[in-house]
């Protein structure tokens, strides 16, 4: 089991960056997928979940983000508008049960990816 998170970079405030998170060694129908990002000094929290049958999302803050996947490349993406300096962090790709509960918290994924930094600065 692998997830490849990639796509993060240095945006400024008000832009754009889309993620993305390649599944290998396991099929995305089976699973869900969470994005999670992790500021210094801080915990890391829940930002998108997807469900295995792609049919649900849940998100930390509405509006903003989506979270989409595709099933053909197993991958799930991220994308991210109206970025701002509060969403400077790294973001990580989980492998999960479900996208309620339990699993808003962090501790309870085994798989992760290996994180990309966003940094949103003038």
């Known amino acids: 089991v692998q997830l490849q998170a990639s796509g993060g970079g240095l945006v400024q405030p008000g832009g754009s960056l889309r993620l993305s998170c390649a599944a290998f060694?396991?099929?995305?129908?089976?699973?869900?997928i969470s994005w999670f990002r992790q500021a210094p000094g801080k915990e890391r929290e829940v930002v998108a979940c997807?469900?295995?049958?792609?049919?649900s999302t849940s998100y930390r803050n509405s509006g903003r983000f989506t979270i989409s996947r595709d099933v053909a490349k197993n991958t799930v993406s991220l994308q991210m508008n109206s970025l701002n300096a509060e969403d400077t962090a790294k973001y990580y790709c989980?492998?999960?049960?479900?996208?309620?509960?339990?699993?808003?918290?962090?501790?309870?994924?085994?798989?992760w990816g290996q994180g990309t930094q966003v940094t949103v600065s003038s």
């Open positions: 989980a492998r999960g049960f479900g996208c309620y509960g339990v699993y808003s918290d962090w501790r309870s994924y085994e798989y």
């Open positions: 997807i469900n295995k049958d792609g049919d």
């Open positions: 060694g396991f099929t995305l129908n089976d699973f869900t």
